[in-house]
């Protein structure tokens, strides 16, 4: 068979849009292929390959799996244990710069706490509150003081912290935080304080238990000499919040959140602080400081865009959140896949038993979309994370790239955090009742990921926080704008709105220059029609929003009225965008691959991505004009003629996931248990 080149599909069938059905395997699977296995497997572990294969061993070696029946206390004091074991293995120093005692790798650190999704959630969120949240707080927003002070303990684990941003009151519109931190010049100290119950810092992972200390997000109160105090926004501190027995501070109140819908390995708690003294150096004081005598000053001016500097230095713990649900996501599929090789019901059409479950078409939809989408997003992810190691490795980042990269951050983690939680619950589905009991994990991981949605940025909120970057072109000051300031400046630029012409990479720009024909006229597995698609559909979704938005330019127009009118259309815009900027970096991933077998396999695996998102999108790509009814039809089509091309290859491409044995090892997946045993055809 020939390599197939970026430009087309390898798929005839699928190509010709036959009505052909492909024929079902009579019996079980080929053993996958070790070599494809590894060339796959390479492709999807890319540049920190080595990081992940530490953790894959300590995963194995330590037995690192969801525990059931532990109590909140023996849970959390194993985690921690885990984690005092990480330390010793040496990979946490990987998160911190050389010159504050670590060993100044961001990529393999986010790339270990991602492969921890292979494990145990806890562990990965615990870790990463640690060395991540509470970690890059310090790092990014402190100065040399609080590096020389805290790092080596942070990495050590002799310094337990936490990362209390949230309040009751507030989780996504962080920027109206009501914790006060008002300067005391007659003593030098800051006043953390809580000032009303909405206040309350709250979910905050570490406070249950674990944590002797907060960097705590408050309004930054002071006056200089002869001011009145005012507020200068959300700034850090570092607050002690426990002592060596673990016993609340003066002033400090901490409180449980008990048993969650999942994480049960991680102690979240509330905090509430009574005018809690600390000393001025306490202070983050990297983007904002105050002098003795109470005098402000900062590099930034804007208080706003201090503030989202802040914030952006910080996307770290946003890549890792999304990096580890996708290793979570695919540790499901490779579970549900699996069973759907071994697992029986129903006679076929000859003598040949029962057939497997995955020979149903529905089967095949269920699971082997979501692995295609997992492959599309883990490459994009590869990416993502690469990109942040650049940025943070250089000393002058542009900060242009800096805001590009936050708003790739903000999508990707929206996207494979939904990915993840919804592949989950098809795998735990496609298992039947063995998917629900615990000791197949399934429902433990379902528990688990559910949050991956909600923190770290909402991903409503972040997918709208996408198109409304989009919608504005990255400019100055928009951010922290309120939806009707946010319209108003849409509705006052007289620029027009489009996605922008040239393509970063090659091939892209390679695929879309030769491809300038309509869609409707060109195939549908030419590799530059399907781009096409999903920039056209983008950027007409970006042009209509835009037109929308200036209509509160009008005379007799409420902004508010307009925003909220058009808020599910803008939520269309991030969405489309997500899906466009991950076919991009699929099709460039794939551009990289030397080995012929695994790049044809790629290649069917990114038509079924491309295929099944306008399936999926169908009603919108007809009411637009964008497809025919003809064209809609061979799309669903083509979805069932990849999903049988490639049900043979199911088992080799979850195994490419290198999903540690010991996270397989579930009493369904046992040949020796009758369950997974093959029919006696004797
Ligand atoms: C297990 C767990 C661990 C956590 N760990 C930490 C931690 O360690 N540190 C920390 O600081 N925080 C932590 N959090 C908090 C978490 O980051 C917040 O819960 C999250 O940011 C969402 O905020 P919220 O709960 O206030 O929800 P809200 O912001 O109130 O959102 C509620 C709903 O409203 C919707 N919504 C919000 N705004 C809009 C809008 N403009 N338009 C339309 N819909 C909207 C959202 O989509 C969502 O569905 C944790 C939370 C949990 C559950």
Redesign the pocket.
Known sequence: MPVPTAETSRIGTVGNMSEQTAALPDSGTPDPAPELVAALRATLDGRWATSRDVVRERIQAHGITPQVGLSLADYRARVLGEMREMVAAGFPAAGFRTDHGGTGDTGGAVTAIETLGYGDLSLM?KAG?QWG?FGGAIENLGTARHHEKYIRGIIDLEVLG?????????????QELETTAVYVPETGEFEIHTPTGSAR???????GQHARYASV?AQLVTAGPGEEPVSRGVHCFVVPIRDESGADLPGVSTSD?GY????PG?D?GRIVFDRVRVPRENLLNRYGDVAPDGTYSSPIESDNRRFFTMLGTLIRGRVTVGAAAGATGRLGLALAVKYALVRRQFDGPDDAGELLLLDYRTHQRRLLIPVARAYAFALAQNELVAELHAIQESEDADPAAVRELEGKAAAIKAGHTRLASDAISAAREACGGAGYLAENRLPLLRGDID?FT????????LT?LVAKELLTAYADDVRGLS?IGWVRFVAGAARDVALEKTAARQVVQTLRDDSDADPEESELTSRGTQLRLLRNREAHLLRTAAARMRRAGDDDADPLEVFTSA?DHLIKVGEAHIERIVLEAFLDAIDKVGDPAAKELLFAVCDLFVYSAIENDMGWFLMHRQLSVERAKAVRRGVNELCADLRPYAETLVDAFGVPPVALDVPMLDPSNSVAAPPDRG
């Open positions: 969120v509150v949240l936490c990362f209390a941003m949230t309040e009751t009151g507030h989780g996504s519109n962080v810092k709250d979910y905050i992972g570490g406070a997000f959140c969650k819908g999942g994480l991680v979240n949050v909600t923190f770290e940025g909402d991903n409503l909120v709208q939806a808020q």
